[in-house]
């Protein structure tokens, strides 16, 4: 437990302080930062120089600035990204701490019940594009280092790094090459990552699993040009036919991958009820779960392939022809542990030998971001702790089907940095979709745990050797 006279001091100047995280998170809202190219740049610039100023309005750092990189292997540099730095005292911990300012797309504004760049509260939730994704990420980082200002004063010994990205939603393209231009401003004994979810509104969780991810384009041709439907079905294959066809080679009848090569995970997951999975989806009454095995297990465990796109004559379009070539983008997401490209590898030779017809098949725009499994050490018994303290109930160790591939890339280039990954969203949060929304306490709760986990960072206050 942590010391209660602590604990109680900061959770009380984390409640006065809410109104003040609230309107900052609000504001940023306000601020439309798409990072997408086909979005106005101009306001993830906007969002970042907002960050900043309040990164040095809070008193913490001794330097803010906002950066881009270059986008390897392109003349392109990436979207502006916060970066402010506190020094350690000596013999003091250093940590980093992640989140990032750009958001999704709106899509169809119709399904919004409130203005999307508008922060709307209703039964104790936050609307709009942002708010749990991840902007809220961003204020319970503020609010946390302002907290401890206030209860410990100024001095309080550890060194702190918040890096704050401005393109994770369009895949971290520059992240690789920030890590290396500012290594040393970011080397950290923890890195914090503020950008995944909770088991449910009342329990934090820890994310100890991700999935990897492979993205591709796939163009299938069967014709040297368009034919008449009429005049030449039958007897000719058409793109869509075989395109059809290769496809459904991926899965078996209930909806499991079938893609040997494609490896799956065996860890225990917690009990999960179908009613569940349907009340978190949405998943009406007549559609059934596919796959097989637990629940959690296929989403956290088992690789899954999704269709996410595809280039073809519309339905307004549409005419009796035999179309020679259609293309769809394949989204794979990877069971953690195995090599991302390695799954690329295997659903693509397998595409290759399935091809029906002698269909010609092409491969293209592909992506691979890697999976994450945390390993357990003095961070997450940190996390843990401080975690429960701040909810008021023990974290649950999550795996998320999703995909955060830059996790991997910070791994990698921090080695001997400890990795916590928590939250600020639950279930109900619908990132990336209509509606997205933050549920208010547990934006309270996060705040209050975060500050308690940086105070029992310092080396004095440490079990073992603080090492």
Same mark, same amino acid.
């Given at each position: 437990?942590?010391?209660?006279?602590? /604990?109680?001091?900061?959770?009380?100047?984390?409640?006065?302080? *809410?109104?003040?995280?609230?309107?900052?998170?609000?504001?940023?809202?306000?601020?439309?930062?798409?990072?997408?190219?086909?979005?106005?740049?101009?306001?993830?610039?906007?969002?970042?120089?907002?960050?900043? !100023?309040?990164?040095?309005?809070?008193?913490?750092?001794?330097?803010?600035?906002?950066?881009?990189?270059?986008?390897?292997? @392109?003349?392109?540099?990436?979207?502006?990204?916060?970066?402010?730095?506190?020094?350690?005292?000596?013999?003091?911990?250093?940590?980093?701490?992640?989140?990032?300012?750009?958001?999704?797309?709106?899509?169809?504004?119709?399904?919004?019940?409130?203005?999307?760049?508008?922060?709307?509260?209703?039964?104790?939730? +936050?609307?709009?594009?942002?708010?749990?994704?991840?902007?809220?990420?961003?204020? @319970?980082?503020?609010?946390?280092?302002?907290?401890?200002?206030?209860?410990?004063?100024?001095?309080?010994?550890?060194?702190?790094?918040?890096?704050?990205?401005?393109?994770?939603?369009?895949?971290?393209?520059?992240?690789?090459?920030?890590?290396?231009?500012?290594?040393?401003?970011?080397? %950290?004994?923890?890195?914090?990552?503020?950008? /995944? !979810?909770?088991?449910?509104?009342?329990?934090?969780?820890?994310?100890?699993?991700?999935?990897?991810?492979?993205?591709?384009? +796939?163009?299938?041709?069967?014709?040297?040009?368009?034919?008449? /439907?009429? *005049?030449?079905?039958?007897?000719?294959?058409?793109?869509?036919?075989?395109?059809?066809?290769?496809?459904? @080679?991926?899965?078996?009848?209930?909806?499991?991958?079938?893609?040997?090569?494609?490896?799956?995970?065996?860890?225990?997951?917690? %009990?999960?009820?179908?009613?569940?999975?349907?009340?978190?989806?949405?998943?009406?009454?007549?559609?059934?779960?596919?796959?097989?095995?637990?629940?959690?297990?296929?989403?956290?465990?088992?690789?899954?392939?999704?269709? $996410? !796109?595809?280039?073809?004559?519309? %339905?307004?379009?549409?005419?009796?022809?035999?179309?020679?070539?259609?293309?769809?983008?394949?989204?794979?997401?990877?069971?953690?542990?195995?090599?991302?490209?390695?799954?690329?590898?295997?659903?693509?030779?397998?595409?290759?030998?399935?091809?029906?017809?002698?269909?010609?098949?092409?491969?293209?725009?592909?992506?691979?971001?890697?999976?994450?499994?945390?390993?357990?050490?003095?961070? $997450?018994?940190?996390?843990?702790?401080?975690?429960?303290?701040?909810?008021?109930?023990?974290?649950?160790?999550?795996?998320?089907?999703?995909?955060?591939?830059?996790?991997?890339?910070?791994?990698?280039?921090?080695?001997?940095?400890?990795?916590?990954? $928590?939250?600020? +969203?639950?279930?109900?949060?619908?990132?990336?979709?209509?509606?997205?929304?933050?549920?208010?306490?547990?934006?309270?709760? %996060?705040?209050?745990?975060?500050?308690?986990?940086?105070?029992?960072?310092?080396?004095?206050?440490?079990?073992?050797?603080?090492?």
């Amino acid at each position: 437990m942590t010391d209660p006279a602590l /604990s109680a001091a900061v959770r009380g100047v984390v409640v006065a302080a *809410m109104p003040r995280a609230v309107r900052e998170l609000s504001d940023l809202v306000a601020i439309p930062s798409v990072s997408w190219p086909a979005f106005d740049s101009a306001q993830v610039w906007r969002s970042a120089e907002a960050i900043a !100023g309040l990164a040095r309005e809070s008193g913490v750092f001794e330097e803010v600035g906002v950066y881009t990189a270059a986008i390897p292997g @392109t003349d392109q540099v990436g979207q502006p990204a916060v970066l402010a730095t506190r020094a350690a005292a000596p013999g003091q911990r250093r940590v980093l701490l992640y989140a990032h300012h750009d958001v999704q797309p709106v899509g169809d504004a119709a399904q919004w019940l409130t203005p999307p760049f508008e922060a709307t509260e209703r039964d104790g939730r +936050l609307y709009g594009r942002g708010t749990a994704d991840d902007k809220a990420g961003v204020i @319970t980082h503020l609010a946390a280092l302002r907290t401890l200002n206030e209860v410990l004063g100024e001095e309080w010994g550890i060194g702190v790094t918040l890096f704050v990205e401005g393109e994770e939603e369009y895949g971290s393209r520059s992240f690789g090459q920030f890590l290396s231009d500012h290594r040393e401003a970011m080397a %950290a004994d923890l890195i914090v990552v503020a950008d /995944s !979810g909770n088991w449910d509104s009342q329990t934090p969780g820890i994310t100890v699993a991700l999935r990897g991810t492979t993205r591709f384009t +796939l163009t299938v041709r069967t014709l040297a040009h368009a034919l008449h /439907s009429g *005049m030449f079905g039958g007897a000719v294959p058409d793109a869509m036919l075989a395109a059809i066809k290769l496809l459904g @080679t991926l899965w078996d009848e209930q909806g499991s991958v079938v893609v040997p090569g494609l490896a799956r995970r065996d860890a225990p997951t917690p %009990a999960y009820a179908e009613s569940r999975l349907r009340e978190e989806t949405d998943l009406p009454d007549s559609t059934r779960p596919i796959g097989s095995g637990d629940l959690l297990g296929r989403i956290w465990n088992q690789p899954s392939i999704t269709v $996410t !796109g595809i280039d073809f004559p519309s %339905a307004s379009e549409a005419s009796n022809t035999l179309n020679p070539e259609v293309s769809v983008v394949v989204s794979v997401r990877v069971a953690p542990g195995q090599d991302a490209r390695q799954a690329y590898q295997a659903v693509r030779a397998h595409l290759l030998e399935h091809a029906p017809f002698g269909a010609e098949v092409e491969f293209s725009d592909v992506d691979c971001g890697q999976g994450f499994l945390a390993a357990e050490g003095w961070g $997450t018994e940190l996390g843990r702790v401080a975690l429960a303290e701040g909810y008021g109930v023990d974290p649950v160790d999550v795996g998320v089907g999703g995909s955060i591939p830059f996790i991997a890339e910070l791994a990698e280039e921090f080695p001997d940095a400890a990795i916590l990954v $928590t939250a600020v +969203l639950d279930p109900p949060a619908a990132p990336h979709s209509p509606n997205e929304s933050l549920h208010m306490a547990t934006f309270e709760h %996060a705040i209050v745990s975060e500050a308690l986990l940086l105070a029992s960072m310092r080396v004095s206050d440490q079990p073992g050797d603080g090492s």
